[in-house]
């Protein structure tokens, strides 16, 4: 146990435990210490030193984001001394950023620019020395600007130490350091796999999504076109705050209106497509264990998770579920059932996807998933890109009066809300995959082993005829390595596996946590939000995805059975084999 004593800091004793930094004990007494580099999901980098403050008997100042508290200490934070040592250190990385900050991704939502305005920096008060280096354009999906880095390291933190991809690293040292890749040959030529996180964690605009509004804008206003719109479960819940509402406030019949205001033509829902997936992903599960497999079946929803299965363990991909996500398995039946019973032609569908995620534009884009004989999903926009285009258009997102969406493939289940967070997916299958197996419906429908935001959840439900199903629900990367690792080394040495099924989602918290969400995105409000989708669960009249009267419907005038050959052929795809030094396949 960690020891406890009082300190003083800003002629306030507060009592600390031995454990904390400066930084955290002074967020005890309400006391905002100014910091650039720190995240508190992350470990410290102490790379910017803006958090410097006075301790009594030490020379010179310590940075609070990694000096340890100690008993009897004396602390200051905001002195002369202090002020002119913070706009000191914030003018010289000014002096070396490309301050044009009204056309920056990150207006308004950068970390750097509120610094300086809260300390008043002026920029005539600036010595310019930006040598501008190009961007790197190496990817279509991730854009990278180091003439806006401030070579804080937290996109490094959490590449390596959160999501153990390792894709970026930092090259040289002093003035002329920078974040790169390996060789310094681009993010599309890195192992990278589109999770985001970066994006999320990086405090200004050097890294961000590659926009497609401007492509969705040109769509809506062509006349031609009809363009179907489709939302994930985490998006409802995590509009509210970015406008002034309660943190994970559900926002689901605004969500909707605020689309048709914008435009779109029809307006239906990802969760509907989530319920879908269950009665595939259950069913390959069932199936799977009625052939008496050795191998877990593996969840195939997060698009960044299989990519980084494809390159880093593609001795497992026969484990992972040839089921689309969500997201493709709506793309494709857009332009398939819902074309057909619209009497639209399918060239003129155009499909959009707002996703929590950034690596659902690197799923769009796989050649593969065109089985409708067009592009499952046309365009992605994140959660971010969504926003702006709600300012754009003057929505008051506030007052704008609730709709309902769009009948055809937007109704859904609780089970089909709850994919936006970790376990949910585990949970939706777990509720249809006993039905499946036993005729009877699960008595207790929560399953709350899985839930929550530590690494490796495991549990064991008992199922009448077959026993113990055993299971493992990861989030994060380098808790998904961990757990793909067991699984591999129970393959070698065994032949077999504990675990019957496992759900991975690329970003700690899962959806909720996506990449591509507002910035801000820390883990205390990924555990509200996803407690926002297990309420809208709660309300649902329907919890399992099997009860969906619009996913019957489907399979009874279009599809036929779940995994028969219709169904597999539509909302079934390949995985492939890729290199650990680019992420291409090979």
């Excluded at 056309?103 to 930006?130: F, G, W």
Aim: with cysteine.
């Amino acid at each position: 146990m960690a020891q406890q004593f009082d300190i003083t800091i800003d002629n306030k004793v507060v009592n600390v435990e031995s454990s904390m930094s400066i930084l955290v004990a002074a967020k005890k007494l309400g006391i905002h210490i100014p910091a650039l580099c720190y995240h508190p999901d992350l470990h410290p980098t102490a790379s910017c030193g803006i958090c410097v403050v006075d301790v009594e008997g030490r020379p010179q100042p310590l940075r609070a984001c990694c000096t340890p508290v100690s008993p009897g200490m004396v602390v200051f934070t905001n002195t002369l001394k202090l002020r002119e040592y913070r706009k000191a250190i914030l003018k010289l990385l000014l002096s070396d950023h490309d301050v044009v900050c009204p056309t920056c991704p990150a207006n308004e939502k950068c970390e750097l620019q509120r610094l300086a305005s809260n300390m008043d920096i002026q920029t005539n008060d600036l010595n310019m020395v930006l040598d501008k280096k190009p961007l790197d354009e190496t990817s279509d999906i991730l854009r990278r600007d180091n003439n806006k880095c401030v070579s804080c390291g937290r996109c490094i933190t959490v590449c390596s130490e959160v999501q153990s991809v390792n894709a970026l690293s930092f090259v040289r040292r002093g003035f002329k350091g920078s974040v790169e890749t390996a060789f310094e040959k681009g993010i599309g030529e890195s192992p990278c796999v589109y999770c985001g996180q970066c994006t999320v964690y990086c405090p200004t605009g050097a890294l961000f999504e590659k926009s497609d509004i401007e492509n969705v804008w040109n769509e809506i206003f062509n006349k031609e076109k009809h363009v179907v719109i489709q939302e994930a479960p985490a998006i409802r819940v995590s509009l509210a705050d970015e406008f002034g509402m309660k943190v994970g406030e559900l926002t689901t019949e605004k969500m909707y209106a605020a689309l048709r205001a914008i435009g779109f033509d029809t307006i239906m829902d990802t969760n509907f497509a989530a319920d879908l997936t269950i009665m595939e992903e259950a069913t390959e599960l069932v199936e799977k264990l009625k052939a008496g497999s050795t191998k877990p079946l593996i969840t195939s929803c997060s698009p960044g998770w299989v990519k980084f299965m494809e390159t880093f363990y593609p001795d497992l991909l026969d484990c992972l579920s040839s089921a689309k996500s969500p997201m493709s398995m709506f793309g494709v039946m857009a332009k398939t059932y819902y074309a057909k019973e619209k009497n639209i032609d399918p060239k003129n569908i155009v499909s959009v996807a707002i996703m929590p995620c950034i690596s659902k534009k690197f799923e769009a884009a796989r050649p593969e998933l065109n089985d409708s004989g067009y592009r499952d999903t046309d365009y992605v926009l994140t959660t971010r890109e969504f926003i702006k285009m709600i300012k754009e258009v003057g929505i008051d997102f506030n007052t704008i009066e609730p709709i309902s969406a769009d009948a055809g493939m937007s109704a859904y289940s609780g089970a089909g809300t709850i994919f936006g967070t970790t376990g949910g997916v585990m949970e939706a299958a777990l509720r249809t995959g006993y039905f499946l197996i036993t005729g009877k419906e699960l008595d207790n429908v929560e399953i709350t082993a899985v839930r929550g935001l530590k690494g490796v959840k495991e549990t064991e439900v008992d199922v009448p005829g077959f026993g113990k199903l055993k299971v493992a629900v990861a989030n994060g990367l380098s808790n998904a390595r961990k757990l793909m690792d067991k699984v591999r080394k129970q393959l070698k040495e065994t032949g077999k596996c504990d675990y019957h099924f496992i759900e991975v989602m690329a970003c700690p918290g899962g959806c909720v946590g996506g990449g591509g969400q507002p910035k801000g995105n820390d883990l205390a409000k990924r555990v509200v939000r996803g407690a926002g989708l297990y309420e809208d669960d709660k309300k649902c009249k329907l919890r399992r995805s099997h009860e969906n009267p619009e996913v019957k419907k489907m399979y009874d005038s279009y599809l036929g059975k779940p995994n028969g050959e219709l169904a597999h052929k539509l909302l079934h795809t390949k995985h492939y084999k890729r290199s650990q030094f680019n992420g291409k396949p090979v």
